[in-house]
């Protein structure tokens, strides 16, 4: 929200016109530092870090950042 809000409005009326309204809520939650701020505050570049998170659980899902992560795709 903070480094690139037109964005993240751009991306979350696109999303809900698409039929995406309950994946892409309008409640700004919690914060987490994660790579993609220092590209922000550092480097000036907006972007934009879209996590699946589900508030009930306990955390993020498990295909979150693991220690098997990598680029293979």
């Given at each position: 929200w903070l480094f690139a809000q037109p964005y993240v409005n751009q991306v979350w009326?696109?999303?809900?016109?698409?039929?995406?309204?309950?994946?892409?809520?309008y409640n700004q939650g919690g914060q987490l530092i994660d790579d993609h701020l220092y590209i922000n505050k550092i480097r000036g570049i907006p972007t934009l870090d879209i996590i699946h998170?589900?508030?009930?659980?306990?955390?993020f899902g498990d295909f979150?950042?693991?220690h098997d992560d990598n680029m293979s795709g």
């Open positions: 009326q696109t999303a809900n016109s698409l039929g995406y309204s309950k994946h892409f809520v998170y589900e508030p009930s659980g306990s955390g979150w950042h693991t």
